[in-house]
């Protein structure tokens, strides 16, 4: 059974730093494709950051291009997020999925296998 566990999340100012993580058990297979959404209260989910192992190619929305970078460590089994030059529209809570094949920054309820999320909070 494949578990994403998310944590790193919490309070910042706004132009201030967190770094989240992902830790995957269970998943064989040795590619994979996975990716970082959010979600704030009343708004869509929103796919920010996409990675595939086949190559380490990566994909970010627009409104966090330049700001967040997503990486990951298949010795640890964990996927991160880099948050740098956090904003207040920022704030939402933030999941990681997973799946074999990449399904793209606009289909993040896609992949196959989805974390319980971590609350960023951005204050100005």
């Known amino acids: 059974q494949v578990q994403l566990v998310e944590s790193g999340g919490g309070s910042v100012q706004a132009g201030g730093s967190l770094r989240l993580s992902c830790a995957v058990y269970?998943?064989?297979?040795?590619?994979?494709?996975a990716i970082w959404f959010r979600q704030a209260p009343g708004k869509e989910r929103e796919g920010v950051a996409q990675?595939?192992?086949?190559?380490?190619?990566?994909t970010y929305a627009d409104s966090v291009k330049g700001r967040f970078t997503i990486s990951g460590d298949n010795a640890k089994n964990t996927l991160y997020l880099q948050m740098n030059s956090l904003k207040p529209e920022d704030t939402a809570m933030y999941y990681c999925a997973a799946d074999y094949v990449c399904r793209g920054l606009h289909a993040p309820d896609e992949y196959r296998y989805r974390g319980q999320g971590t609350q960023v909070t951005v204050s100005s």
């Open positions: 269970g998943y064989i297979y040795t590619t994979y494709c």
């Open positions: 990675i595939y192992s086949g190559g380490g190619s990566t």
